[in-house]
């Protein structure tokens, strides 16, 4: 079955960095679009950046110029490199993979990201 394992939350200062990976097994990783959605509690998941299989990137307008997605197929993993962090980024992360190009077809468990001084 299908797995998505994030890692590499934490607690970080404002205008710190954080790199989340996220491993995936159980799937034919190169024909699926991968996505990384954010929660915090109270309000709707959202999307916070995408990469398609035809490496087509797409960021919500919060983390354009600071969050990079990048995706390594023969390593089934995909990154989101977040720079000059800000305390509104703080949200469990989590880790999507979608044969359309809405990935969210399946979950992973989530990471925390805590921007906090």
């Known amino acids: 079955q299908v797995q998505l394992v994030e890692s590499g939350g934490g607690l970080v200062q404002p205008g710190g960095s954080l790199r989340l990976s996220c491993a995936a097994s159980g799937m034919t990783f190169w024909l699926y679009a991968m996505g990384w959605y954010r929660q915090v509690p109270g309000k709707q998941r959202e999307l916070v950046a995408l990469?398609?299989?035809?490496?087509?990137?797409n960021y919500a307008d919060s983390v354009k110029g600071r969050f990079t997605i990048s995706r390594d197929n023969a390593k089934n993993t995909v990154y989101l490199q977040m720079n000059s962090l800000k305390p509104e980024d703080t949200a469990v992360y989590y880790c999507?993979?979608?044969?359309?190009?809405?990935?969210?077809?399946?979950w992973g468990q989530g990471t925390q990201v805590t921007v906090s001084s």
């Open positions: 990469i398609t299989r035809r490496l087509i990137t």
């Open positions: 999507a993979a979608g044969l359309s190009d809405s990935a969210s077809d399946y």
